[in-house]
């Protein structure tokens, strides 16, 4: 199977090749935070191709054993490359109405691969900016909902008392009502358009689930012999907190923030549709989505799309994190 | 089984004060309030303002509010809306019973589908019956609700024209119809929104349903049964089934607030006049005696779906009955 690794290097060198001479576009353009996720993105690539001309790690090559996984990992990849490439991969500007004339809602064609919107804006650029906008949001507001969720759990779990008692009444208040309405009342209350507010604000609200699962972990930690020892040589509370139940937390995290992303990105799609996430004219999958709904009899393709994109990002997610589940805590997850 | 459920209201009731507590605090503390957009635009001059914001309490200091708040609430009184000057409990009684009808239909056949799906997937486990649903379940699983009610409404209600796409009924022709007739009716209308959450929902409860099944059959005491010659079919669903049921009632309660997330994108997608369409619109219009509203309204209904997941679960099994 070592020639089933080349196939996105060599993809990625045709790619560039292709579109070289926009290279420096893409670096010159888009915020800090864009700029860190491409700036990560080459790292990524570089690792993909130092893997490639090495021999695989066992561990590797057993994680990526199983078929739905490669794909899944292909298929979230070429995502992330096209979403970093946007720049150069779209062709146009996402917000450019190309021909308001003779250029509304074209059936996908060669010209336009997915079509063109009511105004005449290309779909296959918006979809390609718009992976942008919903990964970065994915991958932003689940980092911060870790960490939240992370020390809560951890401060719940480890001290008890009444610190657990209140935390945990929080987050089931948190739990007990519809995220979605949590996120409408804030947004529309301090009338946000930004974009970084929303990674706040859905961060804010994500990370209640995650305290209750590390909170559960370190309850189980606690009373293990290694950390008794620990106890009993004497070592630190802090020492013991960030040394030993800290390390044994993090796998499970791990897979909580690969499914998590997932589920951001549904969330953010789902705000965006109702108008309250993502602001016109910048395209996010459920911007492009609401934007399709006035016209689906006429033009089916511009809600179709973004749809599917979403739907094929969050299952490699899931596929990933099921498989991190099983290599990284194979004592929770039963091997069938 | 009398102190569970008392233990139960008991951290119900802190939940609810605490949801109450947040939502009234959070709107409070954002910046702006109801008058500022609309009447000033529409040149209704600022003592004019003042007068209505003053009847209705907004010029005395938060913890006044809170505490008149609170009082109102606990003798049941939600308060007037800002927007139509009626009664919330009145608003939102008018669209509980569409919001109730979609969800708990939703509900049941989520449950109904999840569990036959990941029985049967468990019980021919590794067959190419099961690979192609667990790839479909995960699918499901992981498609953004509304884009799969827009998915349905171009199959069915724009390529087929078999079933309506909006609305409860269909205006115009509604109250010509026979009894029977508006029955049916009705039920078209359903057909689609409750598809759309209960097929999402059911990839999430077969997947659940398959790994508790799995586990279930794996133990010692479904080889014993097996070892007896007991018929597969019994050993399926009268050993395995219903112990691996446990797990899923539990599941039934975490999938409350989901599945009232979803109504909300879905009442939206299928112009469905219930709570999820109200809290889009009250939001909008920042209508804050209807969003605190239905926020505890929300609450207590996933608080009351929490209690009789308890309650299931003590009834189905006898040894959560003697935990203290």
Known sequence: ?336 | MGRLIGRKLFQALVVMLLVTTSTFFLIHIAPGDPFMPDLSVSGVSAERTDQIRRNFGLDRPIYVQYGAYLKNVASGNLGLSFRSYRPVSEIIIERLPNTIVLTSLALIMDFAIGILIGTWQAWKRGSAGDRFLTVATLTLHSTPVFWFGFMLILAFSVSLRILPGSGVVTIGIYDSLTPLGQLWDRIKHLILPVSTLALIGAGSTARFQRAAMLDTLSQDFIKSARARGLSECTVIFRHALRNSLLPTITLLGLSLPVLLSGSVLVETVFSWPGIGALTVDSVQSRDYMVVTAIGLVSAVMVLAGNLVADILYSVADPRARRKP
Do not use: C
């Not at chain 1, 993909?48 to 794909?71: A, C, G, M, N, Q």
């Not at chain 1, 150069?88 to 336009?112: C, F, K, M, R, Y």
């Not at chain 1, 906008?133 to 960490?147: C, K």
């Not at chain 1, 689906?296 to 994109?309: E, L, Y």
């Open chain 1, 1 to 336: 199977m070592r020639s089933f690794r080349w196939v996105p290097v060599t993809l990625f060198v045709l790619f560039v090749v292709v579109r070289a001479g926009r290279i420096g576009d893409l670096l010159s353009t888009g915020t800090f935070v864009e700029q860190t996720l491409v700036a990560l993105t080459f790292t990524l690539l570089a690792a993909i191709i130092w893997l490639t001309i090495t021999p695989w790690p066992e561990v590797l090559s057993k994680f990526f054993k199983p078929f739905d996984v490669r794909i899944a990992s292909l298929v979230l990849g070429a995502i992330m490359i096209l979403a970093v490439f946007a720049p150069i991969a779209s062709g146009h500007h996402p917000n450019t109405q190309l021909d308001l004339v003779n250029g509304q809602l074209l059936p996908p064609s060669l010209a336009h691969p997915f079509g063109t919107d009511f105004v005449s804006r290309d779909l296959w650029s918006r979809v390609l900016f718009g992976a942008r906008v919903s990964l970065m949001i994915g991958v932003l507001a689940v980092t911060m909902a870790i960490t939240i969720g992370t020390m809560v759990g951890m401060a719940a779990g480890y001290f008890g008392g009444w610190v657990e008692l209140v935390l945990m009444r929080l987050v089931d208040a948190g739990l007990s009502i519809p995220r979605v309405f949590w996120l409408l009342v804030i947004v529309s209350l301090w009338g946000t358009t930004d974009i970084y507010v929303l990674i706040l604000i859905i961060g804010l609200t994500g990370w209640f689930s995650t305290s209750r699962l590390v909170r559960a972990e370190v309850l189980r930690i606690r009373e293990e012999d290694f950390v008794v020892a620990a106890r009993g040589l004497g070592i630190s509370e802090a020492g013991i907190v960030i040394r030993q139940i800290l390390p044994n937390v993090v796998p499970p995290i791990i897979v909580n923030a690969t499914l998590g992303i997932g589920q951001v990105i549904l969330v953010e799609a789902g705000l965006s549709f109702l108008g309250f996430g993502v602001q016109p004219p910048w395209p996010s999958w459920g911007t492009i989505i609401q934007d399709g709904s006035a016209r689906i009899i006429a033009a089916p393709w511009i809600v179709t799309v973004p749809g599917v994109a979403i739907a094929l990002t969050v299952v490699s997610l899931a596929i990933l994190g099921d498989r991190l589940q099983t290599t990284l805590n194979p004592r929770d997850s039963a091997q069938f």
